[in-house]
T-cell receptor, first 113, second 113 residues
Framework: KAGVTQTPRYLIKTRGQQVTLSCSPI?????VSWYQQTPGQGLQFLFE???????NKGNFPGRFSGRQFSNSRSEMNVSTLELGDSALYLC????????????FGNGTRLTVT | DQQVKQNSPSLSVQEGRISILNCDYT??????FLWYKKYPAEGPTFLIS?????DKNEDGRFTVFLNKSAKHLSLHIVPSQPGDSAVYFC????????????FGKGTRLSVIA
């Protein structure tokens, strides 16, 4: 079974631009979550989608948004990029049945210059 | 307000010895705890979890201990192997895993041959 796939692996953008990241969950997983990892900050929750609906949202500004499609694939978008948005963005999927753990992709490394 | 704390940023252990990684939490609503391992340029990989109804869970060389009264959990790796060298993240969630995970900032384990 294929794992969580994130594209692209690396991105370089300049301040003020916008970016879209893509995530394909494990087949059969209907929940997709996004996390941001920055040096020294661990993983911080961005948002979670289940059946195309946002179930939870973390404490990030409105420049960060996401969506989920009917095939469970998800995208996240960051508009008006800032230098501080440089991070590893991780997508994770799960079965959403109690104690099923999150399965993470390898992430998209975003660098904002 | 950091709800999950891993107070040791790094740990070095000799091959064959025991590695003990610690994690403290402040939110008494957390009832499900997980450990993830992360290699560079890869996403976190689920290792082991424990529900608050238990105080110990084992899986091969990995054992997680939970002390609810102290709001403390630990991951024991016995025996430690060079391939265990990675960053380990502790995570917690209320509602038996059906809500976003809250991660610690990670502990970098180095197993020295």
């Amino acid at each position: 079974k294929a794992g969580v796939t994130q594209t692209p692996r690396y991105l370089i953008k300049t301040r003020g631009q916008q970016v879209t990241l893509s995530c394909s969950p494990i087949s059969g997983h209907r929940s997709v979550s996004w996390y941001q990892q920055t040096p020294g900050q661990g993983l911080q929750f961005l948002f979670e989608y289940f059946s195309e609906t946002q179930r939870n949202k973390g404490n990030f500004p409105g420049r960060f948004s996401g969506r989920q499609f009917s095939n469970s694939r998800s995208e996240m978008n960051v508009s008006t990029l800032e230098l501080g948005d440089s991070a590893l963005y991780l997508c994770a999927s799960s079965l959403m049945n109690g104690d099923s753990p999150l399965h993470f992709g390898n992430g998209t490394r975003l660098t904002v210059t | 307000d950091q709800q999950v704390k891993q107070n040791s940023p790094s740990l070095s252990v000799q091959e064959g010895r025991i590695s003990i990684l610690n994690c403290d939490y402040t939110n008494s609503m957390f009832d499900y705890f997980l450990w993830y391992k992360k290699y560079p340029a890869e996403g976190p990989t689920f290792l082991i979890s424990i529900s608050s109804i238990k105080d110990k869970n084992e899986d091969g060389r990995f054992t997680v201990f939970l002390n609810k009264s102290a709001k403390h959990l630990s991951l024991h790796i016995v025996p430690s192997q060079p391939g265990d060298s990675a960053v380990y993240f502790c995570a917690a969630t209320p509602n038996s895993g059906n809500t976003p995970l809250v991660f610690g900032k990670g502990t970098r384990l180095s197993v020295i041959a």
